[in-house]
């Protein structure tokens, strides 16, 4: 199966939530990854995901994905679907949740649907994280998972039992965030870090961050129904992100995503490049939802 068929789920997972206002823009792509930065502690961590929760605003948002070009060779004729996420803080916590709605055409098979569902729990502290997926094709299921962080290690229950032991210093996808924001904010312009989402069972990756300029998203959208203008006006960055294998000396990406971040928590465009292809995802629709933490009593 062509590796686009789970869209790479984490991509979004390791993007979302906002670098509190700061972003990353990659000029040169051919950089090999440097060792590993200091990482918070835990309870500087939870001090920090309390922090960065007053800028961050609880939202849902429908985006549309379509296939922007292919390379010479590659074998995809299309691609398209829409992305539902939901994101929204507890009062311990981060849920997120993510659904996939694909169509891939190929030159030399049958066109295929795909849907995915993907959500997770990240505890503030980093002590916790839950991950659960479900990817069907034609309307079949064809992979589950789920699975949790236990002492440093990631257990998964589905599709098998296996554990995973993850580099000291890994972070969950919002604690990245946060992270990175402290690096830039300390005056760095680059950030390299390994991460574990629970998308697949292939364990962590590292990824490269780098700072971009500030743009005005605003200019993009116009007002209609069913989109947040509110939501767009909060400052924004570029992003780049290259995503490399873990323990490998391979200086060039598997791939590469441009994103613009809004210091709320939003993200209002984004592209992704691979070897053979590149895809845009346009947000159409955004609204905002209250967190879990001001529902309870």
Not at 14 to 32: H, K, N, P, R, S
Not at 146 to 160: C, N, T
Not at 280 to 292: D, F, G, H, M
Request: aromatic letters at 10%.
């Amino acid at each position: 199966m062509h590796r686009m068929t789970k869209y790479r789920i984490h991509i979004m997972l390791l993007v979302v939530a906002v670098f509190v206002g700061i972003a990353v823009f990659l000029y040169e792509t051919d950089i090999q990854p440097p060792p590993m930065q200091s990482i918070l502690n835990s309870d500087m961590r939870e001090q920090a995901a309390h922090n960065a929760n007053e800028k961050f605003v609880a939202h849902k948002a429908l985006y549309d994905i379509k296939l922007a070009s292919t390379h010479s060779g590659s074998q995809v004729v299309n691609i398209a679907g829409q992305m539902y996420y939901e994101w929204r803080p507890t009062c311990d916590a981060w849920l997120t949740d993510h659904r996939f709605n694909m169509l891939y055409e190929y030159t030399d098979a049958p066109p295929m649907h795909l849907s995915s569902n993907f959500s997770t729990y990240e505890s503030f502290d980093g002590k916790v994280f839950n991950f659960s997926s479900q990817r069907k094709s034609n309307g079949e299921v064809f992979e589950e998972i789920r699975g949790s962080i236990q002492d440093g290690v990631a257990k998964f229950r589905l599709p098998e039992v296996k554990d995973i032991e993850l580099p000291e210093g890994t972070l969950f996808p919002v604690a990245h965030t946060i992270e990175v924001a402290r690096q830039i904010l300390s005056g760095k312009r680059f950030f390299n870090a390994v991460i574990f989402d629970g998308s697949d069972m292939e364990g962590a990756v590292q990824v490269n961050s780098f700072i971009g300029d500030s743009v005005d998203p605003t200019l993009l959208f116009k007002k209609r129904d069913g989109l947040d203008i509110s939501l767009l006006e909060s400052p924004a960055k570029k992003v780049r992100l290259a995503f490399f294998p873990l323990n490998s000396d391979q200086i060039t990406a598997d791939y590469e995503m441009d994103l613009i971040f809004h210091e709320n928590g939003v993200i209002s465009d984004m592209s992704v490049e691979y070897d053979d292809f590149s895809v845009t995802q346009k947000l159409v629709a955004l609204e905002k939802i209250p967190s879990q933490c001001e529902m309870s009593p």
